[in-house]
């Protein structure tokens, strides 16, 4: 990771993310563990592009999914009890699991655009699991 791609993450993870975890624990309606590996994030020669697409590819589906979800007692009772974690990476291929409480989203930079496929595909995930 170059000083650039250095700069546009604690740019993302100073002035944005922030909003975006309030976000989150808001759709969710608890206090949500994020784990989130901002190194294999912040993909070479797009640092300007950081604050958009992380967003859009990682961030709004999520928030989003959550939502979906938790429209109800009975879905924030089942995130409340049955989600313990989300780790976000990644490792250049696509894996989404929702085991022992636990939601991997491993999600390459790619196909920013698309997030609402995302999050019904997430959202499906973690309704089968919960």
Known sequence: MGLAERRATKAFQDERYPGI?????????????????WESLAVDDYADDYAEN????YFLPLIEAFKSIA??????????SGLKKVVI???GSIETTFQDGVL????????????QDRKETWQKLLEKGL
């Open 71 to 80: 429209f109800d007692d009975m879905g924030r009772e089942a995130l409340a």
């Open 54 to 57: 992380w967003h859009k590819i």
């Open 21 to 37: 975890k309030q976000e989150i624990d808001a759709a969710a309606q608890k206090n949500v563990l994020l784990e989130i590996d």
């Open 89 to 91: 990476r990644n490792s």
């Open 104 to 115: 991997l989203l491993d999600y390459p930079f790619t196909n920013a655009d698309y997030w």
